[in-house]
């Protein structure tokens, strides 16, 4: 099956207006003698041929203007879509869907931006400052009008679906799911591709319940769930298609090096491993290696692309929950050290300045735990972190004194970042000196008396207690999302 779009612009246009302009034109009267004076009918057969010609052109330009826009639209639709998801469920505290990446959204917004400028511009869209071609043969195209025109017309029509995969995956049906299919495709064949090509869950539920409506009873309850499951095994090979293409594969697998990896995407879902391969070959070969360094398989396709989705989600659970926190913390004024997408770098995640002056020093545990027992930023590393971070803040103000030599920074930073270093140095002091059993009480006095905070926040998880120890320290926890059950993406 496939789904060619023909609109027949052509037919709308007047053969009087052809006729006419065919009159005015110097090209097209020296093309009308040339072509009568060749002929046995003359004159006529000439001016049937030009108004032929002009009207299958017509068409022909007019599709791929078309299709280009209506495939826009589509495309459209499902980003507006996976955007609303996202954000819906982000806005309300929840975790990144399923296979999303953090930087899913940023694409998305940028996708979106890039079709509806392309939608204004649909030549430019379709071929950019290229010439306009309608056929990769020009001979072959001009024979094929010439056969159209002596047979009296007929359809033609350019298209890039994956038609031999879609036919592969029907071939490969159960002998009652083809039957099913083409009882649907003799009485709605228009309604029936529609539900085979839509997008997301959403789209795919109403244009299955349109073809079943379409239908109106002439198939059995059996047949209709044969044909359900048929149209999603066709839409799911259409995407594959669309998705990756055999030619688009192979030049991903020629760029990966490692013979086992090569095996693993050649094998791989579309969804996960091969996108992969295609976007961001380097990370696919970082990931492979610690997963092999971890022990996994060489030969372990299913495990490495667990592996991969385990660390694309937690990966983005974290970015989610420092960002999150970032925008929820109202008592901080100013932050020093904002969210990145850098999750997975020691150090601190968030420091802030407070209404009242005080420094906040954050660690965001956005995970699935109830309860953080270590929080090793803001206790065994942290005078490391305290003083790594106040060189770079003060790295950052000697930047930009280069770059402008009038600026001069908030004395409300300068001083945040002095009581940071004081800090740091009396902290280490007391891990080099007294009781074991005291420490914990002293450091907290240390931070106390230089105003300094230690926080734990919980954006995205269910984090809503600390050790005592952890207590002891300073330590306290700030929820700043409301977990939310994540429903279905509208992905397949």
């Known amino acids: 099956m496939t789904g060619p779009r023909r609109f027949r612009a052509g037919r709308f246009l007047d053969a009087a207006a052809v006729h006419a302009a065919a009159d005015a034109n110097p090209r097209l009267r020296s093309f009308l003698r040339t072509v009568a004076a060749h002929s046995e009918a003359g004159e006529v057969r000439s001016r049937r041929l030009l108004e032929h010609l002009i009207r299958r052109i017509v068409d022909d330009v007019g599709d791929l203007h078309l299709n280009n826009a209506l495939n826009r639209l589509e495309r459209v639709a499902v980003l507006r879509d996976n955007i609303a998801v996202i954000l819906d469920h982000v806005l309300e505290g929840g975790t990144l869907p399923d296979g999303v990446r953090v930087a899913t959204l940023g694409e998305y917004f940028d996708q979106l931006n890039t079709e509806m400028r392309e939608l204004s511009r649909p030549r430019d869209g379709i071929v950019g400052d290229a010439p306009l ?10 024979d094929s009008l010439l056969r159209e025109f002596d047979a009296g017309g007929g359809a033609a029509g350019r298209h890039t679906e994956p038609a031999a995969i879609v036919g592969d995956a029907f071939r490969a049906m159960p002998a009652d799911r083809q039957a099913a299919l083409r009882r649907a495709a003799e009485v709605e064949p228009a309604a029936l591709w529609r539900a085979v090509a839509a997008e997301g869950e959403g789209g795919k539920r109403a244009a299955v319940a349109d073809l079943e409506t379409r239908l109106g009873g002439r198939l059995t309850p059996d047949e209709l769930a044969r044909l359900r499951t048929a149209v999603d095994d066709l839409g799911r090979a259409r995407s594959r298609g669309l998705q990756v293409s055999e030619a688009r594969l192979a030049d991903a697998l020629a760029r990966i090096g490692d013979a086992d990896l ?95 002056g005080w420094v906040w020093l954050i660690d965001d545990k956005s995970h699935r735990a109830a309860s953080v027992g270590g929080v090793s930023a803001l206790t065994d ?18 930047r930009l004194h280069r770059d402008d030599p009038g600026f001069t920074a908030d004395p409300r930073i ?27 009480a002293r450091i907290s006095a240390a931070l106390a008396e230089r105003r300094l905070r230690l926080r734990v926040t919980s954006a995205a998880g269910e984090v809503r207690e600390i050790t ?17 059950p994540l429903p279905p993406t509208g992905g397949r």
Not at 414 to 440: K, V
Not at 468 to 478: F, H, K, P, S, Y
């Open 381 to 398: 590393n942290l005078v490391t972190n305290l003083r790594r971070d106040a060189a770079d803040f003060r790295d950052a103000i000697a």
């Open 133 to 142: 071609r309608l056929a990769d043969d020009s001979a072959a195209y001009a």
């Open 262 to 356: 090569r095996a693993v995407v050649a094998g791989g879902d579309v969804w996960l491993t091969q996108q992969l391969a295609l976007h961001n070959p380097e990370a696919l070969s970082t990931l492979w290696r610690r997963f092999r360094d971890r022990g996994g398989r060489a030969d372990d396709g299913p495990g490495f692309r667990a592996y991969l989705r385990h660390d694309m989600v937690t990966y983005g659970r974290g970015v989610l929950g420092e960002y999150s926190a970032a925008f929820s913390l109202s008592s901080i004024e100013l932050f020093l050290k904002g969210p990145d997408a850098n999750v997975k770098v020691a150090g601190t995640d968030l420091v802030g300045i407070g209404h009242d």
């Open 468 to 484: 005592q120890a952890l207590r002891d320290l300073g330590l306290a926890v700030e929820p700043t999302g409301t977990p939310v």
């Open 414 to 440: 300068l001083d945040a970042i002095s009581r940071m270093e004081d800090a740091a140095a009396e902290i280490d002091r007391i891990n080099r000196r007294g009781s074991a059993s005291t420490r914990p």
